[in-house]
């Protein structure tokens, strides 16, 4: 196949020929100088800056609203030699929308609210001047994140605004809205906390919003419809969504919610990660990157239609020098306008190494402790070097840069091909390698037979915080719909024993484990595969649920607190990993166990014995001589212990994991 840049670049130089310019050198865009933000407002005067540098022509319109009515004044730019195109207007345009529209040849493409848009009017056509320093909330200048000193200290929860909040048993008031993650004192009908309070309950560190942008399924004007949707359909990347404010039609509130709520929670001791979708847009050809540069911000097929990795229609070209900007000074701007304190990137595997190791130097300039991690995956072959792609096999070369392990989630619920099919719980198959291969966090580990694990051949990461440990995310079935799917539709009480035991091994992991919201409080999904687009009742979570389960909650709550109690679950390094994690012998299928020896982190147990049993019956398992104390067995977790075991040899109850401390 043809290389893929020499084309871009040819599409670039003919497109520089047709229109005359004379900013080309050999077919390469002129680039723009300083920041890629498009206004700017100074004492006395109001700046627009377009990067356009293929373009003939370039007019600014000017509106009183968002959405509606004729421009009131409309502006011709001047060409800049760096490829931008410029105004500077007098007065300050504070409260004012404005579009901007390209000639590209003879012809005009449609306005567009250009790709840096900061604020935009409802539904995201237009963007908006706002003065973001009247915009924060009051202390906002001391807000600081609490954020870990190690990446291996982090405990992800991943939430939909409106999942999280729109059943009427959260009780909060701003349901569905950024500001029901600022309502303090929530509970459900029983007096159970829920909201911000539940969160500091359970004991994560980090919530990771789904997207949270300005996406496009949503109609903003009519939210009575409540309409519901996932949002991996960006429109503007660097703008919050309309939907999740009080008031979309005023640029202003989504940013001032916005600030709120990442101060509640940091107030509450949460990070906040965001999940960000640079890999593709909602319509590549009405796209703000479109109406600026034609073909130059995505990837195109030989045959002049996009490439597709994304599985959406398109896939951006991070390798190319604006685009791979735009992703540094976009993430940058969250972490300092709205204090974001870690980013999930959506199919990261789109995305090219480069570009994935410079958002990482940018961000360590501000925090080394911003998080970063990604699906190290496309939904098919990225239209650029497979070598050069931010995918889970490249990790390594990311240092700093962590991928979710389906290796480990596979194993444990079952392939993603198949919701029927069971994994480690249905005893048929040996998935122990694979198993193994997630509680040592994808590192290289002498006790892993490689050649056994599913999806992998090699360890991929070079550090064990370079791997997310999970079971469950917003696709696919949520753990308890799997269950239910993949082992016959099993009675309650066993649903609970395999749903504790799944995460079980997840928190016991080395790495970064990770939860999909309403897991600990048995949320199921009405066995929906795909709920991205699903009503409330389909994808609300049921607060009434967490008194109705509440041992499944403390069980959480309890893995949770094991994990932070004991520093040899997240150890440092793959050194450490390697030194410390033993795997024990095991002759059945259904049975993996371990050891972390040796006060591993610094641990206070010079000893931790950790064994799970998938088998349906219990198990007696030999483990190193000595004397223990329980603190996980038969689906309870208590720190200070459930009993005592002195003994070279323990019995483990079907479905069951067992954890045993030594000199506690
Ligand atoms: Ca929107």
């Known amino acids: 196949m043809k290389n893929i840049q020499t084309i871009i670049t040819m599409c670039a130089f003919t497109f520089c020929l047709a229109c005359g310019c004379t900013n080309c050198n050999n077919g390469q865009l002129p680039l723009k100088e300083g920041s890629l933000e498009e206004v700017y407002l100074t004492e006395t005067t109001t700046d627009f800056s377009f990067w356009a ?90 807000d600081k994140a609490p954020l870990p000193s190690s990446f291996n200290d982090i405990i992800l929860y991943e939430l939909h605004h409106r999942d999280f909040s729109i059943d009427p048993s959260s009780g909060i008031t701003n349901r569905g809205k950024f500001l029901a993650l600022t309502e303090k004192g929530t509970t459900n009908a029983k007096g159970a906390s829920t909201g911000i309070d539940h969160l500091k309950e359970l004991g994560v560190t980090h919530i990771h919003l ?37 008031d979309p039609f005023d640029p202003t509130v989504r940013i001032k919610e916005f600030k709120q709520m990442v101060k509640a929670l940091h107030e509450a001791g949460i990070c906040v990660v965001m999940d960000v979708v640079y890999n593709h847009l909602s319509d590549a050809g009405s796209s703000a990157f479109e109406r600026s540069v034609p073909g130059y911000f995505f990837r195109m097929k030989e045959d002049g239609g996009y490439a597709d990795a994304s599985g959406c229609g398109n896939e951006t070209a991070s390798e190319r020098e604006m685009m791979r900007r735009f992703m540094v000074e976009s993430v940058v701007r969250w972490v300092k306008e709205y204090h974001i304190d870690g980013f999930r990137f959506d199919l990261m595997g789109i995305h090219d190494i480069t570009t994935m190791n410079q958002i990482r130097k940018a961000l360590d300039e501000i925090s080394p402790n911003i998080v970063i991690y990604g699906e190290g995956w496309a939904a098919s072959t990225p239209a650029f070097d497979a070598d050069s792609m931010a995918m889970k096999a490249n990790i390594y070369r990311m240092p700093g840069i962590a991928a979710f392990s389906d290796e480990l989630r596979d194993a444990i619920r079952g392939p993603f091909s198949n919701d029927e099919k069971a994994g480690f719980f249905a005893v048929e198959e040996d998935l122990r390698e694979s198993i193994k291969f997630g509680i040592a966090g994808a590192i290289e580990h002498p006790q892993i037979d490689y050649s056994k694990v599913n999806y992998t051949d090699r360890a991929w990461a070079a550090e064990p915080s370079q791997m997310i440990s999970y079971v469950s995310c917003h696709d696919d079935l949520c753990l308890v719909d799997r269950i239910k799917a993949s082992l016959g539709n099993p009675d309650e009480k066993e649903i609970i024993k395999l749903d504790k035991l799944a995460q079980t091994i997840v928190f016991t992991s080395q790495g970064i484990p990770f939860i999909y919201a309403g897991e600990e409080v048995f949320r199921n999904k009405k066995g929906v595969h795909n709920t991205f687009k699903s009503p409330d009742d389909v994808n609300a979570i049921n607060w009434n649920n967490k008194t109705r389960y509440r041992d499944l909650f403390e069980y959480y709550q309890g893995l949770i607190a094991l994990r932070k109690a004991h520093p040899a ?33 610094g641990d206070v147990s010079e000893r931790i014995v950790v064994i799970f049993n998938a088998n349906d019956q219990k198990v007696d398992v030999d483990i190193p001589a000595g004397d223990y104390i329980a603190v996980c067995a038969k689906g309870k977790i208590d720190l200070a212990g459930l009993f005592t075991v002195s003994s070279d040899r323990v019995r483990v109850g079907a479905r069951e994991a067992l954890i045993l401390c030594s000199n506690l």
């Open 53 to 142: 540098p293929t373009a003939n022509e370039v007019v600014l319109n000017l509106y009183h609203d968002g959405a509606k009515g004729e421009p009131f004044n409309t502006i011709k730019l001047k060409r800049h030699k760096d490829g931008s195109w410029r105004t500077s207007i007098e007065g300050n345009l504070t409260g004012i929308f404005y579009t901007f529209k390209a000639k590209i040849g003879e012809k005009w493409l449609e306005e567009t609210p250009g790709i840096f848009a900061r604020a935009t009017g409802v539904n995201g056509a237009r963007a908006a001047i706002v003065d973001f320093r009247a915009l924060n909330p009051q202390g906002w200048d001391e």
């Open 569 to 601: 679950f997240r150890l440092a390094s793959a050194d450490l990993v390697r030194k410390h994690l033993e795997f024990l012998p095991s002759d059945n299928i259904g049975v993996v166990a371990f050891a972390l020896n040796a006060n591993a982190g």
């Open 210 to 246: 789904m997207p949270s942008y300005d996406y496009s399924s949503v109609d903003e004007e009519h939210l009575e419809r409540n309409e519901y949707n996932w949002g991996y359909d960006p429109v503007n990347y660097n703008t919050p969504e309309g939907s999740y404010s009080t």
